[in-house]
């Protein structure tokens, strides 16, 4: 058992300790951290460390069937026509309009992978003296399912407009034509020569 003058005796030895590492003892402060933070991931090593998707959402459990698809693409286009036409023939000078669209594909779903990179380093010295150094490199990828073993999507693409054709009464006006064609492509951000304005009966 320690009396109280060799107590105090420590604690001026540490203060004399301390106070000659003068700038130093924020980096053997850091040192030992970092000496902790190695001793404990050693001691208990865990499981990687996965980061949750934030906006992925899982498809569907069953493929979509070619039929459900294309009644899905053409939902959506007649959608995008109807919406177009009653926007369009509210313009000044515009009668009754109808609209077609030509998409260019189906939808595209982008998949949440997980992806995994290792890299392996190894030194080879031969009889002559010589090194070598060989370094490895390897990524693996994988889809990432719910609980439900589901597909997790990251986003969906709708189909980008590939043409556009309008059937418009009052478009034998070429100032008519004009406003149509500027209000297509500013909503569908398609250019002119994908933009098709005709005169309708």
């Not at 933070?37 to 001691?43: E, G, K, N, T, Y």
């Not at 392996?120 to 490895?136: A, L, Y």
């Not at 043409?163 to 250019?191: F, H, K």
Request: hydrophobic content about 40%; overall charge neutral.
């Amino acid at each position: 058992m320690l009396n109280n003058s060799q107590r105090v005796l420590d604690g001026q030895s540490m203060t004399t300790i301390w106070g000659r590492l003068g700038n130093n003892r924020f980096l053997l402060v850091g040192l030992i951290g970092v000496v902790a933070l190695l001793a404990i991931q050693l001691l208990w090593p865990g499981q990687p460390a996965t980061m949750p998707i934030p906006n992925a959402t899982p498809v569907g459990g069953q493929v979509q069937s070619g039929d459900a698809i294309l009644e899905q693409i053409t939902a959506y286009r007649q959608s995008l026509e109807e919406q177009l036409a009653e926007l369009l023939s509210g313009i000044q000078g515009v009668g009754e309009v109808r609209v077609m669209l030509s998409l260019a594909s189906g939808p595209e779903i982008v998949p949440a992978m997980s992806v995994q990179t290792s890299q392996r380093t190894t030194e080879e010295k031969d009889s002559n003296g010589g090194t070598r150094v060989i370094q490895e490199d390897s990524k693996s990828s994988n889809l990432l399912t719910n609980s439900s073993n589901q597909m997790m999507r990251i986003q969906e693409k709708l189909p980008p407009i590939n043409g556009v054709v309008i059937v418009a009464q009052g478009a034998d006006r070429a100032d008519v034509r004009l406003e149509l064609t500027r209000a297509v492509q500013t909503i569908c951000n398609v250019p002119a020569h994908l933009v098709q304005v005709l005169p309708g009966k």
